[in-house]
C-alpha cells in the first residue's frame, strides 16, 4: 500500500488535525513506513485462525441499573471554554 | 391496490426501509450511572463518562442489554451469545468523545420479523435485518444566541436499540403500520416508552423509486422524522420528489435530508461529506459481551403474551370482534384496562370470560374511549376503573340497569368518579320491573292520548314507539323496557 499527499491530507482532516501542504508531503514516506510495517502481519497464514477479539479472555462486567452519578453540572462546565446558562456554548454548527 | 405513483412515463414503485432509534427505557444511562429522565435541566444528568473526560472508562448497564435482548426475542430473532462495540468515529459538537459507541460487526440481536396489516386486510411480514445497542448524543440548540451553539448532554451516552428494517415497504401506509406495530411491541415488552414526541423513538426513512421489476434504486435517507404521521408525509413527498427528478432527466444522489414538517417536504442536508467515512473498530475499553444461558433465559421467562398472540385469544378465546380486538391490542395499556375488566365481570355475573368478554369489549371500544376521547384523556388517566365498569356491566346483566339508565350512570361515574352500585342507591336509578307501577302509567298515558290510541288500533303500527316513549318518560326512564313492551302491547291490543 502506497500513501499520497491527498490521503494524508483527507485523514489528517477526518481527525481533525492541521495539517499544511509541506508537512503533509513531508508525513508520506513516514506513513508509508508504518504501514509498510504493519503489513509485515500479512506474510502469516491466519486462515483457520479465528480472530482475537480481547488479548485476555475475559468478558464484559455489568452494572446494575441504578443512578449513582450525575448531578454536578458545574464540574462537568468546569473546564468548558465557553459556558452559558448552564449548556456549553461552542461556535454555531448550523449550515 | 398496490401504492403506485403515476409519472409521466408511466407508475413507479416506492421502497422504504426504516432505521429506528428507541431509547431503552431504564433509570441510568448505557455506560454510566447517571440518570435518563427527561426534561431534567441542561448538563445535571451528566456524568464525566458522558463527557467524556479523559481516563473515564464504560462499564454497561445491564438492564440496557436485556430489554435489547427481550425486544430481539419480541420479533423472533436470533440473540447473539457472543456480541462487541465498536466506535464510530466523527466529530460533532454533540459528541464529546469524538466517537459513538456502537455496534457495527456484531451486533446484540439478528434476524428477525414483524407482521403487519395495512389496512383492507392487506397483510405482511417486514423483515428487521438487526438490532444494535448503542449511545445516544448530546442536544444541540441553534436558536438561543447569534453565534454560538448551546450543548446540552443530558442525553449524551442515554442507550439506544437501533432496529433496521429491510427494505421491504412499498406504501407510506405500510411504514406507518410497521412503525406503529413496532412501537407497540416495545411498550407490551417495556423496553422503550414509544413517545415519539419526547424523542424516545425516531426513524431515519430510506426511500427509493422504482418501475415496478426492476432492480433498486439510489435511495436517500431522511434523519430524525419524530411522528407516525411525518414519516408517511416524508415517504410520500420523497417518492415523488425523485420520479420528478428521474423524469426531468436527473440523477437521484445517494445523500442525507432533513424532513421539515411546517412544509411537509424534505430538502438535501449538504456538508459532512467526508464524515461518512467513520472509521469503525474495536472499542479497546470494552471487552466482549458474552451473555449465559441463564441471563437469556430470564429474558425469555419474563416476555410478556404479545400483541399477535393477544388479538388471537381475544378473538378466538374469548368471542371479541376483529374489529374490537385490533382496537385493544394495539397499545398495551388498553390490554391492561381490558383483561381485568373481563375477569372481574366474570366474577361477578358468575359467568365464564368467554361469555363477557364481548360485552365488556363493546362497552371498552364505544362507551369507555367515546368518553376519554371527549374528555381528552389516556386510558391511563381514565376516571373509570376497570373494577367500576365490571360492576356497572354487571347492573346491566343482572337487570337492575337498562342500557339507557346504565349510560346515565356511567356519566355520573366519569364526572364523579363514584362506583355504580354506589350512585344507583343513591339516586334511585334502578330499573323497575314492577308491573303495577308501570300498568298505572300505561293507563294514564293511554287515557291522555286517546286519538293516538284510535288511530294505533286504526292500523298505524309506527305509533307503538310514541307510547314506549311516553310510558318510560313517564316513568323517569327507570322502567324496564321488555316489562313496558310487553305490558303496552296487552293494553293496546286488548
Known amino acids: ?95 | 391496490m398496490s401504492y403506485r405513483i403515476q409519472g409521466a412515463t408511466g407508475e413507479w414503485e416506492v421502497v422504504i426501509g426504516l432505521e429506528v432509534h428507541a431509547q431503552i427505557a431504564t433509570e441510568a444511562k448505557l455506560f454510566s450511572g447517571a440518570a435518563t429522565a427527561f426534561g431534567a435541566e441542561p448538563n445535571s444528568q451528566v456524568s464525566l463518562v458522558d463527557a467524556a473526560m479523559p481516563g473515564m472508562l464504560p462499564v454497561p448497564n445491564r438492564e440496557c442489554i436485556r430489554q435489547a435482548v427481550r425486544t430481539g426475542m419480541a420479533i423472533e430473532a436470533p440473540i447473539n451469545a457472543w456480541s462487541r462495540f465498536d466506535r464510530k468515529n466523527y466529530f460533532y459538537a454533540d459528541l464529546p468523545q469524538g466517537y459513538q459507541i456502537s455496534q457495527l460487526y456484531h451486533p446484540l440481536v439478528g434476524e428477525g420479523s414483524i407482521h403487519i396489516e395495512a389496512g383492507e386486510g392487506a397483510e405482511k411480514r417486514i423483515g428487521i435485518e438487526r438490532i444494535h445497542v448503542e449511545q445516544d448524543a448530546g442536544k444541540l440548540m441553534h436558536d438561543q444566541h447569534p453565534t454560538r451553539s448551546y450543548v446540552d448532554l443530558n442525553r449524551s451516552g442515554v442507550a439506544l436499540m437501533e432496529i433496521v428494517s429491510r427494505p421491504d415497504m412499498r406504501s407510506p401506509a405500510e411504514a406507518g403500520a410497521y412503525l406503529r406495530k413496532l412501537r407497540a411491541i416495545l411498550r407490551y415488552v417495556g423496553s422503550c416508552d414509544g413517545n415519539m414526541e419526547e424523542g424516545s423513538m425516531r426513524a431515519d426513512v430510506n426511500v427509493s423509486v422504482r418501475k415496478p421489476g426492476e432492480g433498486f434504486g439510489t435511495r436517500t435517507e431522511t434523519k430524525n422524522v419524530n411522528s407516525v404521521r411525518f414519516v408517511m408525509a416524508a415517504i410520500e413527498h420523497e417518492a415523488q420528489r425523485q420520479v420528478d427528478v428521474i423524469e426531468g432527466g436527473g440523477r437521484i444522489v445517494q445523500e442525507t435530508r432533513l424532513f421539515d414538517p411546517d412544509s411537509g417536504s424534505t430538502r438535501s442536508m449538504r456538508s459532512k461529506e467526508d464524515a461518512h467515512d467513520y472509521r469503525y473498530f474495536p472499542d479497546p475499553d470494552l471487552p466482549p459481551l458474552v451473555l449465559d444461558d441463564a441471563f437469556l433465559a430470564e429474558c425469555r421467562e419474563s416476555l410478556p403474551e404479545l400483541p399477535d398472540a393477544k388479538r388471537e385469544r381475544y378473538i378466538s378465546g374469548l368471542g371479541v370482534t376483529a374489529a374490537n380486538a385490533d382496537v385493544l391490542i394495539a397499545e398495551v395499556s388498553n390490554t391492561r384496562f381490558f383483561e381485568p375488566l373481563v375477569a372481574e365481570l366474570a366474577r361477578r355475573t358468575g359467568k365464564a370470560e368467554a361469555d363477557v368478554a364481548r360485552a365488556a369489549s363493546n362497552w371498552l371500544a364505544s362507551d369507555l374511549f367515546g368518553a376519554l376521547n371527549r374528555l381528552g384523556k389516556e386510558i391511563d388517566a381514565s376516571p373509570v376503573s376497570p373494577a367500576q365498569g365490571a360492576e356497572l356491566l354487571a347492573l346491566v346483566a343482572d337487570g337492575t340497569l337498562s342500557g339507557t339508565l346504565a349510560k346515565q350512570v356511567f356519566e355520573i361515574m366519569l364526572e364523579s368518579g363514584e362506583d355504580p352500585g354506589a350512585i344507583v342507591d343513591a339516586r334511585g336509578l334502578k330499573q323497575t320491573s314492577d308491573t303495577g307501577a308501570i300498568e298505572a302509567e300505561i293507563a294514564k298515558v293511554l287515557a291522555a292520548n286517546a286519538d293516538k290510541v284510535a288511530d294505533y288500533r286504526g292500523g298505524k303500527d309506527k305509533l307503538f314507539g310514541f307510547f314506549v316513549g311516553q310510558t318510560m318518560k313517564a316513568m323517569a326512564g327507570k322502567a324496564n323496557p321488555a316489562v313496558v313492551n310487553e305490558l303496552l302491547k296487552k293494553a293496546l291490543d286488548g
Open chain 1, 1 to 95: 500500500m502506497s500513501v499520497d499527499s491527498a490521503t494524508v491530507r483527507r485523514v489528517a482532516g477526518l481527525a481533525r488535525i492541521a495539517v499544511s501542504d509541506a508537512e503533509a508531503d513531508a508525513l508520506v514516506p513516514d506513513l508509508d513506513k508504518i504501514l509498510g510495517f504493519v503489513e509485515q502481519l500479512a506474510e502469516v497464514d491466519t486462515s483457520g485462525v479465528a480472530p482475537l477479539a480481547a488479548v485476555i479472555p475475559i468478558s464484559l462486567r455489568l452494572r446494575d441499573d441504578v443512578v449513582t452519578d450525575g448531578g454536578d453540572r458545574d464540574a462537568v462546565l468546569a473546564n468548558a471554554p465557553q459556558a452559558e446558562h448552564g449548556f456549553f456554548a461552542v461556535p454555531k454548527v448550523i449550515e
